[in-house]
């Protein structure tokens, strides 16, 4: 009889993806390509789709938000199923997940930003990255107010998210035109902008991690002198390194008359410790390259060194689970799978995550061709998950309420409002829609 089953059913009919950011919506597309007549939800604790493309990239950098535009598309055209704030491990159980849904997979990113930890991290004008990050780009749960920076400020790190800490330091409102930036956190920053700043790099240029493009763009940016000391210069057959070194010599050399802001970074500069009583005072180096200070007095200290792979509670919903990056396979058991983030550690932009999703669908596909899929015939897919967390769910339809609301309410200049409060978002999806 169960062979019967398997030839009858060689193919999934419910596939649950949990977590929208591009892993999981790039997956469902490619799942949904194969299988056009399975049930496809793509679940998120969120009221609202897409993770860090919305929560995470920087609100100047709208066209690196627009690939939000395809997945858009696959939601709207009934394809794929969006359910919005139903929280796998709150709302219902991965197992009573996993009974409805042939398929399970797990896309749930991973971030929670790396503290630094030398003597001194903890005081009050120490400041995580990702604070600033979700101030600005209204993370409704749980939403963090702006933290307090002042007019000194050092960057620790020089990767990619360093750099949007930078542009976010000397950028004016006026930079932000077209852009969703949260306003009232952005006009809190900018009563008292900073007015010198330091970036630390333990690593040379030549193996630092920021993209060539993200150096080149501070450039535009008026009315701000840079500088930087390095060591190490990169060796002929890095070209890369080369090419990174020739943009911050471009930077440095930009004339600039009337300066609101200076940045000076410096590479090859190990962070020893911080020094204050009640706030941060300065940063004491214990490297620094030949001729640079080794005390930095500064009133806050912003951190940017990378995320913290195995932070706990980032997946409350699957304790049990292994969940060690692996830039190999994505099947966790069978009819278990994880992608993106979650996979791999949180590292690689968006691209990688579509090259992630491809390469995880291809296993699934190769899995279930392969018989290594046990149908469960008494699964129903959505419809079998607890009726309160349907009732509660957010479809996409409702996040286009959601979505109208925030763009009538744009300020002028902005794009949109972001509603900055999860329980602002479901009042608003109750008030169009009325059960
Ligand atoms: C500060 C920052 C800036 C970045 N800037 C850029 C950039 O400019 N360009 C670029 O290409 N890349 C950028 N990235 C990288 C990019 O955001 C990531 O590569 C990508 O978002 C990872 O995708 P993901 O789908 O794996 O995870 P995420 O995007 O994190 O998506 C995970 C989703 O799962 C949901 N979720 C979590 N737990 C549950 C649960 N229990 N139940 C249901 N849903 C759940 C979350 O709400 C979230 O929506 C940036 C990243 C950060 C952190």
Redesign the pocket.
């Known amino acids: 009889m169960s062979e019967i089953l398997a030839t009858d059913r060689a193919a999934p009919r419910h596939i649950a993806i949990?977590?929208?950011?591009?892993?999981?919506c790039f997956t469902a597309q490619a799942l949904h390509r194969k299988w056009p007549d399975a049930e496809v939800t793509v679940?998120?604790?969120?009221a609202v789709?897409?993770?860090?493309?919305r929560y995470?990239?920087?609100a100047d950098?709208q066209h690196?938000k627009a690939i939000t535009r395809q997945f858009d598309r696959a939601f709207a055209d009934g394809g794929v199923r969006f359910a919005g704030n139903?929280?796998?491990?709150?709302d219902f159980g991965l197992d009573q997940l996993r009974q409805n849904y042939d398929i399970v997979v797990l896309?749930?990113?991973?971030?929670r930003d790396r503290a630094l930890s030398i003597p001194g991290g903890k005081l009050p004008g120490v400041i995580v990255?990702?604070d600033i990050?979700n101030a600005l780009n209204a993370v409704p749960r749980p939403a963090i107010p702006m933290p307090r920076i002042g007019r000194r400020v050092v960057v620790v790190g020089a990767g990619?998210?360093a750099l949007?800490m930078v542009r976010f330091l000397i950028k004016t409102d006026a930079d932000y035109e077209g852009s969703d930036v949260a306003s009232a956190a952005l006009r809190q920053y900018l009563e008292a902008p900073a007015t010198e700043i330091t970036v630390l790099s333990r690593s040379p240029i030549a193996a630092a991690k920021a993209d060539v493009a993200m150096v080149k763009e501070l450039g535009k940016i008026d009315g701000v002198k840079f500088s930087y000391a390095n060591t190490s210069p990169a060796t002929d057959d890095n070209a890369l390194g080369r090419k990174r070194e020739e943009a911050f010599a471009q930077l440095a050399a930009l004339d600039v008359d009337a300066w609101r802001a200076r940045v000076h970074f410096i590479f090859g500069a190990e962070p020893g410790r911080i020094r204050g009583t009640e706030h941060v005072e300065a940063l004491h180096l214990q490297a620094a390259p030949a001729g640079e200070p080794s005390v930095l007095e500064c009133d806050t200290v912003i951190s940017a060194i990378g995320?913290d792979v195995n932070a706990p509670g980032q997946?409350?919903?699957a304790q049990h689970l292994d969940f060690t990056p692996d830039d190999t396979t994505g099947r966790i058991e069978d009819g278990l799978y994880r992608?993106?983030?979650?996979k791999r550690g949180?590292h690689?932009?968006?691209?990688?995550?579509r090259a992630d999703a491809n390469e995880v669908a291809k296993e699934i596909i190769a899995d279930v061709e392969a018989g290594r899929f046990h149908p469960h015939e008494e699964a129903q897919g959505y419809d079998g998950l607890p009726e309160r967390a349907r009732a509660n769910a957010v479809s996409f339809d409702d996040w286009r309420h959601i979505d109208e609301t925030e763009v009538r309410g744009a300020e002028p200049g902005r794009i949109r409002h972001k509603i900055t409060d999860h329980d602002t978002m479901l009042a608003t999806v109750r008030a169009a829609t009325p059960k």
């Open positions: 949990v977590g929208s950011g591009p892993s999981g679940f998120d604790r969120l789709p897409y993770g860090l493309i995470g990239v920087a950098h690196t139903m929280e796998v491990g709150t896309a749930s990113g991973r971030w990255s990702g990050v990619n998210v949007d995320f997946w409350h919903y992608v993106g983030w979650l949180p690689g932009a968006i691209p990688a995550n």
